[in-house]
């Protein structure tokens, strides 16, 4: 939960400081962002 949850807050991190391997990307961003929503799915239990 928790690693999810800051995994995704990196990613987006990284992303925007532009640290990615290949420069910014939306792709990029749509996976921390799936990341973090992966990490409240599984801090919920939603069913």
């Known amino acids: ?6 995994l ?6 990284f992303n925007y400081v532009g ?7 939306n ?5 921390g962002l799936g990341s973090i929503l992966g990490g409240i799915i599984t801090a919920t239990q939603y069913h």
């Open 1 to 6: 939960m928790f690693g999810l949850l800051g």
């Open 8 to 13: 995704g807050i990196l990613i987006i991190f």
């Open 19 to 25: 640290w990615m391997p290949g420069g910014t990307s």
């Open 27 to 31: 792709g990029i961003l749509l996976l």
